[in-house]
């Protein structure tokens, strides 16, 4: 079992610019959650895909955008990328879409906005 | 707002001591807790939750609520327990709210 999976590791972008990470959950489970952690920082919550819909937000502009395929993939796209963006991207899968609190992360994508 | 609060961002102490890593929270109503781990080269995972009560690698977590508190303890440190720890607590269907970290070093 591969675990969750995310591409790209690393990339390096240019403010203005957009750009899309992509996760693959564990396998079984059919819910997603993006997090963004900026460097000293704990993970903060963006959006929850369960179902093809999101399901619960957290305090990012609309810049920041996801989707959930059928195979329960998922990609993070932010558009108009700011140099505050810079940040390690973390998804985690569970299962079932419910409040269970244990989350299988993946080891993430570094975004530098330059 | 609800809120995780780790006081300390670094902590040393020495192999065979006991180690508190502490975790104070906001939050309105019954609270979930968790703490999560991330040894070196490691991807983020659960250590504990406060619902089951049980012990993971001799590491305990009580959750205080008069103290609104959920410190992580274990009596004798290992030096395999170096790693950073994350205190959290979950919000709505799946949202876990993060504190910033705290950065545990077991000397040996």
């Known amino acids: 079992d591969a675990g969750v999976t995310q591409s790209p590791t690393h990339l390096i972008k240019t403010r203005g610019q957009q750009v899309t990470l992509r996760c693959s959950p564990k396998?079984?489970?059919?819910?997603v959650s993006w997090y963004q952690q900026a460097l000293g920082q704990g993970p903060q919550f963006i959006f929850q895909y369960y179902e093809e819909e999101e399901r619960q937000r957290g305090n990012f502009p609309d810049r920041f955008s996801g989707h959930q395929f059928p195979n329960y993939s998922s990609e993070l796209n932010v558009n108009a990328l700011l140099l505050g963006d810079s940040a390690l991207y973390l998804c985690?899968?569970?299962f079932g879409g419910g409040p269970t609190g244990e989350l299988f992360f993946g080891e993430g994508s570094r975004l530098t906005v330059l | 707002a609800q809120r995780v609060t780790q006081p300390e961002k670094l902590l040393s102490v020495f192999k065979g001591a006991p180690v508190e890593l502490k975790c104070n929270y906001s939050?309105?109503?019954?609270?979930?807790l968790f703490w999560y781990v991330q040894y070196s080269r490691q991807r983020l995972q659960l250590l504990l939750r406060h619902i089951s009560r049980e012990s993971i690698k001799g590491f305990t977590a009580d959750l205080n609520k008069g103290e609104t508190s959920f410190h992580l303890k274990k009596p004798f440190a290992q030096e395999e327990d170096s790693a950073m720890y994350y205190c959290?607590?979950?919000?709505?269907?799946?949202?876990?709210?993060f504190g910033q970290g705290t950065r545990l070093t077991i000397n040996p």
């Open positions: 396998s079984g489970h059919d819910t």
């Open positions: 939050y309105s109503g019954s609270p979930e």
């Open positions: 985690a899968s569970s």
């Open positions: 959290a607590l979950i919000q709505g269907a799946q949202k876990l709210v």
